[in-house]
Nanobody
Framework: QPQLVESGGGSVQPGGSLRLSCVAS???????IGWFRQAPGREREGVSC????????NYADSMKGRVFISRDNAKNTVYLQMNGLKLEDTAVYYC??????????????????WGKGTLVTVSS
């Protein structure tokens, strides 16, 4: 059964850092993987996406310069390093697997496998 499991969320102060992990099982790993987030009362939005090879990455404007996505294909794992966290980064962060073009556009409908999410709370 296709599965994605996120970890690494937690509570940090503004300016802090976290590294999220997303481990895949039960499906072909050679697919694009994206990170999305949903804050309370807001729609889900894309954060970052990596191609199947890891050679292509893109980032939401709100996160550029503060996050870095990487993948270890030997471990079926994608990481999201987040630095300089802000109060408005508080959200549940999800990883998803799917179509390369959909991932690059942060198009939810093109992502076929979703994790259950990990909560990131930024507060002072």
């Amino acid at each position: 059964q296709p599965q994605l499991v996120e970890s690494g969320g937690g509570s940090v102060q503004p300016g802090g850092s976290l590294r999220l992990s997303c481990v895949a099982s039960g499906f072909s790993w050679h697919t694009a993987i994206g990170w999305f987030r949903q804050a309370p009362g807001r729609e889900r939005e894309g954060v970052s996406c990596t191609s199947s090879s890891g050679d292509s990455r893109n980032y939401a404007d709100s996160m550029k310069g503060r996050v870095f996505i990487s993948r270890d294909n030997a471990k079926n794992t994608v990481y999201l390093q987040m630095n300089g966290l802000k109060l408005e980064d508080t959200a549940v962060y999800y990883c998803a697997a799917g179509d390369t073009m959909a991932c690059a556009r942060f198009d939810d409908d093109g992502m076929s496998v979703w994790g259950k999410g990990t909560l990131v709370t930024v507060s002072s």
